[in-house]
T-cell receptor, first 113, second 114 residues
């Protein structure tokens, strides 16, 4: 079936460290891929997306590249801040379908000063 | 522009009871989706409503039902509550029902079933 697998957290980093959160997917067809972020007590916010192979999504210093050959969409940031502490979710939507997001389990990031 | 708003923010119910959660979609959005997020897990798709009709459903039993109103606001109803229904329920609206239309999420309703 269609699914998303993320690296388990929590990920604990010092401020200004490099971040990678791994995400791989299994899907029929050609999905669109997303990263959402959830801050404490809040809903989900779209961080970035990519709709086809080799597309790079970017926002607020975060980047992720749609890799069809490895079915991956890893999230990266060159220098994290304390304010980036949140839970990050990788997700996909199947092409040609309705708006059903399939989420990974989420990865909690904690950034310390 | 008003975002997606959900009510109530928190709710405590007893097993076997019924609950109704409410969602106001963002201005200009005609599609509403509902998700269940259990503690420590990713959200799971419950169903989607477009123009007052359910047009997609996830793997949830019939005791989970919904409505969408002419102003595109929506309700999620859960009958015969079970302990495992304790979760954060997220509503999301979008401009259209297609997968190309970004989802905008509300802050959720935290349901606790005792």
């Amino acid at each position: 079936g269609n699914s998303v697998t993320q690296m388990e957290g929590p990920v604990t980093l010092s401020e200004e460290a490099f971040l990678t959160i791994n995400c791989t997917y299994t899907a029929t067809g050609y999905p669109s891929l997303f990263w959402y972020v959830q801050y404490p007590g809040e809903g989900l916010q779209l961080l970035l997306k990519a709709t086809k192979a080799d597309d790079k999504g970017s926002n607020k210093g975060f980047e992720a590249t749609y890799r069809k050959e490895t079915t991956s969409f890893h999230l990266e940031k060159g220098s994290v801040q304390v304010s980036d502490s949140a839970v990050y979710f990788c997700a996909l939507i199947l092409s040609g379908g309705y708006n059903k997001l399939i989420f990974g389990a989420g990865t909690r990031l904690a950034v310390h000063p | 522009e008003t975002g997606v708003t959900q009510s109530p923010t928190h709710l405590i119910k007893t097993r076997g009871q019924q609950v109704t959660l409410r969602c106001s979609s963002q201005s200009g959005h005609n599609t509403v989706s509902w998700y269940q997020q259990a503690l420590g897990q990713g959200p799971q798709f419950i169903f989607q409503y477009y123009r007052e009709e359910e047009n997609g459903r996830g793997n949830f039993p019939p005791r989970f039902s919904g409505l969408q109103f002419p102003n595109y606001s929506s309700e999620l109803n859960v009958n015969a509550l079970e302990l495992d229904d304790s979760a954060l329920y997220l509503c999301a609206s979008s401009r259209t029902s297609s997968g190309d239309s970004p989802l905008h999420f509300g802050n959720g309703t935290r349901l606790t079933v005792t």
